[in-house]
């Protein structure tokens, strides 16, 4: 019995995979700072239960991709070779780990925390949070569940991009503050366009897998060569909205995101020299990460200095 309580919670923790929730955590944090700067408000309560809410909404997001890609046979036809920390899931079932059925039991458990959390604050503090919510976990069933398979359809980097950028920072600063900015909308996009580019390099190692298991990304439709204009243009559409806020709030502090610039420079150039060679390519991997953890740190520094100026 230790031993299976063991395993249930070993592969609990895979699939929740605590290292990846800064995709989540970093507009929750940048919404907030730009809530404290812009309204001069912030309650750690709130921004506690957001935080877990979502956290447990990008759990159960988790499990429903482990069952539906190991029985698709996407996450089967990932050769060993390719198999890296950016990519290929979570890898609790074809480790043996857990089962089908356990993960689908953590997605319902999770997804139905979530949603008792999602109506306690819409209710006791911010009734757009129903909305946004319902929005979020909308696309959060949708990107793997059949039938929709969004990310099966071509959908998948919109939904991660519209999901992690404008409706985290929406919810987040709309339960701080009960509004809204055009401020936190630009900075949303940034981040939102940034983080569908972590999706879109981390889908080259599992190019081959995608395409025999019927998972039509763009990447998959395009090819590998192509799909480095995609990666390059998301690079470039993500400094736009900074450049706006500089016009918008008439204040040069947000030119602090450029300091990104070098990173998606050798991104850039590590990708278009080893797209097919998953070893090498995983340095542009893990600096597409880097420019999206820096860029949010950047907003909020920039956000910060504000108060001064």
């Known amino acids: 019995m230790d031993k299976d309580l063991s395993r249930l919670w070993k592969g609990f923790w ?8 800064v995709a989540s955590t970093i507009p929750m944090i940048t919404a907030a700072i730009l809530a404290y700067v812009f309204e001069r408000t ?18 159960g997001k988790n ?26 899931g979570k890898k609790t079932i074809v480790d043996g780990v857990l089962t089908v059925n356990e993960n689908k039991a953590i997605a319902a458990a999770t997804f139905a925390t979530a949603a008792i959390i999602g109506l306690y604050i819409s209710f006791a503090r911010e009734p757009m ?8 976990f909308a696309l959060a069933i949708m990107y793997n569940m059949p039938p929709f398979k ?46 569908a580019n972590v999706l879109w390099i981390n889908q080259y190692p599992d190019y081959e897998a995608d395409a025999q298991g019927g998972k039509r990304n763009w990447l998959v439709r395009m090819g590998k060569q192509k799909g480095l204009r995609v990666y390059k243009a998301l690079f470039i559409a993500s400094y ?53 953890q820096l860029t949010g740190l950047t907003l909020v520094i920039s956000s910060i200095t504000m108060l001064w100026l």
Request: hydrophobic share 50%; glycine share 8%; charged share 15%.
């Open 14 to 21: 895979q699939t929740a995979d605590p290292k990846i929730w």
């Open 42 to 59: 912030f309650n750690i309560y709130w921004f506690i239960l957001t935080l877990i809410g979502i956290y447990l909404i990008e759990i």
């Open 63 to 88: 499990a429903i991709g482990e069952f539906a890609d190991y029985e698709s046979g996407v996450d089967l036809y990932v050769a060993p070779d390719k198999r890296t920390p950016f990519s290929g």
């Open 129 to 136: 949070i129903l909305w946004i919510g319902l929005a979020g």
């Open 150 to 195: 969004l990310c099966y359809r071509g959908l998948g980097e919109i939904t991660v991009g519209t999901a992690f950028g404008p409706l985290v920072m929406a919810g987040t600063y709309m339960v701080q503050t009960h509004t809204y900015r055009i401020e936190v909308l630009l900075a949303s996009i940034t981040l939102g366009l940034l983080i």
């Open 240 to 292: 736009i909205p900074i450049i706006a806020l500089i016009f918008v709030t008439s204040n040069p502090v947000w030119l602090i995101c450029f300091i990104t610039v070098p990173l998606v420079y050798r991104a850039l150039k590590v990708a278009g020299r080893y797209y097919d060679d998953i070893p090498r390519l995983m340095e542009a991997n893990a600096k597409t990460v880097q420019i999206y």
